[in-house]
T-cell receptor, first 113, second 117 residues
Framework: ETGVTQTPRHLVMGMTNKKSLKCEQH?????MYWYKQSAKKPLELMFV???????ENNSVPSRFSPECPNSSHLFLHLHTLQPEDSALYLC????????????FGSGTRLTVV | GESVGLHLPTLSVQEGDNSIINCAYS??????FIWYKQESGKGPQFIID?????DKRQGQRVTVLLNKTVKHLSLQIAATQPGDSAVYFC????????????????FGKGTLLTVNP
């Protein structure tokens, strides 16, 4: 394990479903991130939380709703998704302010049918 | 366009050979660079990093070279093994404010390294 745990690993959902992705970090970091990874595209930053406060929303559609109840947990709530939202969703954490790299989880492979 | 890019989308090498993966960046204010490895079905894993006050850093079988003059970053893997087969990403990290309290990581598309036995 990398210290960042994501669940579930795989998720298949219909376009009318509501589901949530969970991320937990055990590294004592104070910043957490959601990234979307689609085939043949760079990693796309979706949301950034520093000290539980959302500091960035990278023009993400409202059908994606993040939640950060504390510095160790991050959720991504999903509702009325589209097939093009199928991708690998990666959570990462870092120690903001130290110019350090991110530690990633293994991701949730999401398929929207 | 994106500020971090890779010269080759794929690289195929023979086991035991050395591999070199290249990356160009466009933001001269970037002060920290990282290489990640992503194996199939896994998230990106940190390999090695380098700060802008250095031009070379070595790890176990890996070396990162930074040429700030031409804004170029490379990852060298010595004696490449089948387990090195993966997608390799470079990333640049630039402080968004003068106090350095808000860093943001920008990733390139990645290079697929295939090691042939």
């Amino acid at each position: 394990e990398t210290g960042v745990t994501q669940t579930p690993r795989h998720l298949v959902m219909g376009m009318t479903n509501k589901k949530s992705l969970k991320c937990e970090q055990h590294l004592g970091h104070n910043a957490m991130y959601w990234y979307k990874q689609s085939a043949k595209k760079p990693l796309e930053l979706m949301f950034v939380y520093n000290f539980k406060e959302q500091t960035e929303n990278n023009s993400v559609p409202s059908r994606f709703s993040p939640e950060c109840p504390n510095s160790s947990h991050l959720f991504l709530h999903l509702h009325t998704l589209q097939p093009e939202d199928s991708a690998l969703y990666l959570c990462a954490s870092s120690q903001a302010g130290q110019g350090s790299g991110y530690t990633f989880g293994s991701g949730t492979r999401l398929t929207v049918v | 366009g994106e500020s971090v890019g890779l010269h080759l989308p794929t690289l195929s090498v023979q086991e035991g050979d050395n591999s070199i993966i290249n990356c160009a960046y466009s933001n001269s204010a970037s002060d920290y660079f990282i290489w990640y490895k992503q194996e199939s079905g896994k998230g990106p894993q940190f390999i090695i990093d380098i700060r802008s006050n250095m031009d070379k850093r070595q790890g176990q079988r890996v070396t990162v070279l930074l040429n700030k003059t031409v804004k170029h970053l490379s990852l060298q893997i010595a004696a490449t093994q089948p387990g090195d087969s993966a997608v390799y990403f470079c990333a640049e990290n630039m402080s968004e404010d003068s106090g350095g309290s808000n860093y943001k990581l920008t990733f390139g598309k990645g290079t697929l390294l295939t090691v042939n036995p």
